[in-house]
T-cell receptor, first 114, second 113 residues
Framework: NAGVTQTPKFRILKIGQSMTLQCAQD?????MYWYRQDPGMGLKLIYY???????DKGEVPNGYNVSRSTTEDFPLRLELAAPSQTSVYFC?????????????FGSGTRLTVV | AQKITQTQPGMFVQEKEAVTLDCTYD???????LFWYKQPSSGEMIFLIY??????QNATEGRYSLNFQKARKSANLVISASQLGDSAMYFC??????????FGSGTRLSIRP
């Protein structure tokens, strides 16, 4: 099925470890986004990209890095995991800015840092 | 900067009743869009409805309607004839010229049988 695929679905990291959250979409969408959702809270934008080779910071970028070498992929890198990064991470994509049906979301990655 | 405010952390509604979820927004952009998403306990984000800032009429999608009051900067979601399956978190969101969507903190809606 077409859509946004996130891997892994679950992960436990130790403090100081690094990992990459993968996100891929097969809809040829230009715009891609990373959000985090802390328990009982709304989504906070981490980074976004308006096309291959172009990325920009969102509301909460500290502790994360991204790259966008292709239209399809938008990985999120955590370099030195901290307990404050325990959260559910959502990747999303859209064809155009302000697309009427909003974003297409991935199913999320639940990350726990211990 | 954009800001979305949802003042109702939780609501309980009797099945088959209508419910209004409040949302106010703050943006300086003349062109913007407003969205509502549903997040059931399974965690996925489900798009419900969209309203553009220049749309003359309130958006409707089945049992969902958006009560858009531009002067008051409010974009309340109205669910008619609520069902048990409507129990979920609901998020109001907006986008503007900055090309990204900003979310509110959400309202947890619980439908009583």
């Amino acid at each position: 099925n077409a859509g946004v695929t996130q891997t892994p679905k679950f992960r436990i990291l130790k403090i100081g470890q690094s990992m990459t959250l993968q996100c891929a979409q097969d809809m040829n969408h230009n715009y891609m986004y990373w959000y985090r959702q802390d328990p009982g809270m709304g989504l906070k934008l981490i980074y976004y990209s308006v096309g291959a080779g172009i990325t920009d910071k969102g509301e909460v970028p500290n502790g994360y890095n991204v790259s966008r070498s292709t239209t399809e992929d938008f990985p999120l890198r955590l370099e030195l995991a901290a307990p404050s990064q325990t959260s559910v991470y959502f990747c999303a994509s859209s064809l155009n800015r302000g697309r009427l049906d909003g974003y297409t979301f991935g199913s999320g990655t639940r990350l726990t840092v211990v | 900067a954009q800001k979305i405010t949802q003042t109702q952390p939780g609501m309980f509604v009797q099945e088959k009743e209508a419910v209004t979820l409040d949302c106010t927004y703050d943006t300086s952009d003349p062109s913007y869009g407003l969205f509502w998403y549903k997040q059931p306990s399974s965690g996925e984000m489900i798009f419900l409805i969209y309203q553009g800032s220049y749309d003359q009429q309130n958006a409707t999608e089945g049992r969902y309607s958006l009560n858009f009051q531009k002067a008051r900067k409010s974009a309340n979601l109205v669910i008619s004839a609520s069902q048990l399956g409507d129990s979920a978190m609901y998020f109001c969101a907006s986008y503007s010229s900055a090309s990204k969507i900003i979310f509110g903190s959400g309202t947890r809606l619980s439908i009583r049988p």
